[in-house]
């Protein structure tokens, strides 16, 4: 299996949503829309400074003026950008504030879900040295307005990775970390009753992503500290089968239409990395995962500069076509492109 590029996205640092023709992608604070036969440009606030750094994109990495999550939700799009939650409405052209996040500025690329009855949800993620208590935040009426429907106390963990639905059980995963007693894989109802944690905090619950299938719940480790491996847990039982280990942290994993799964590793600092390369791989039976390509880190300094991530859109997409888009790594750094898998 190869990876086979098919063309480039212009004007685009991140990839939010890819679908047939639809596509939904943002350059500092511009979103472009092609979705559902609406096609607009929306312009999130921004101050004069903040437009002037937004010229350069280095700047605009070492700032974290590219940053922002697009949602789609009906005929209303949820948009996160600097501490900000937006609804726009794609019949009206209204942008509207819903939401200033309180521990955090924004979330993880493909972290919020909707569950079956269309209610949206999402976790805080951010720095917090302080421990103060993060919130998951609901939403009843596509995003125009947001509940904290649960929160972690003070001291419990850092922050929240993602909120993923499980259409098996009809349940809410969040997925929190990073340190010690603080990776929780926790599973709940719509409302967060009586929510389940899973696993005894260690690195081995780190995780990012999440796939779901029947008879088992996957993961992989996103730990720097230790190396990350592939986990599958029986749904019945609870047991934890340890599979492939990989040379980084994974953030993200991609299930595309056509049965494959994708998971890239990134590039960060610890003893968890073993190489200075983003790794994109692939597997059909969640067993043996293939290296499609590697993508070398660039030469600035990642504490300020960013780790090296490549990342996946939300949307149904197959191996035939699918966007990835990069963030600091040799040559492809803030830039997308479409590609395909040959088998």
Known sequence: MNLEKIKK?????VVHYYSGNDIITSKFNKVKVKYNNYN???????GLVE??????????????LDKCIVFTSG?????????????????????????TLKNCRNILHQSLCTNKEGELFFGEYGN??????????KSTDNGQSWE????????????????????YEDKIWTLTGDFENENIVMKSDANFTDPERIGDGSQTYRTVSIIFQKDAVHWIMDSPIERSYHYAMDRKSYEITKKEGFPGPVWYVKELSDGYYMAASSVEIGDGVFEKYAHLFVTKDLETWTELAKFKKDILPMRYFKWGVIAFADGEQSSD?????FEALNKVDGKSYTYKIND
């Open 9 to 13: 996205l212009p004007s685009s640092e």
């Open 40 to 46: 607009c440009t929306i312009k999130l606030p921004s």
């Open 51 to 64: 437009n002037v750094f937004g010229l350069f994109r280095l700047s605009r990495r070492a700032l974290r």
């Open 75 to 99: 005929k209303f799009l949820v948009l996160i950008r600097k501490y900000k939650v937006y609804s726009y409405n794609l019949e009206t052209n209204e942008l509207k504030e819903t939401l």
């Open 128 to 137: 917090n040295g302080e421990r103060k208590p993060v919130n998951v935040y």
């Open 148 to 167: 904290v429907i649960y929160q972690f106390k003070g001291g419990e963990i850092k922050h929240i990775h993602g909120c993923y639905y499980d259409k």
């Open 321 to 325: 076509s699918f966007p990835l888009f």
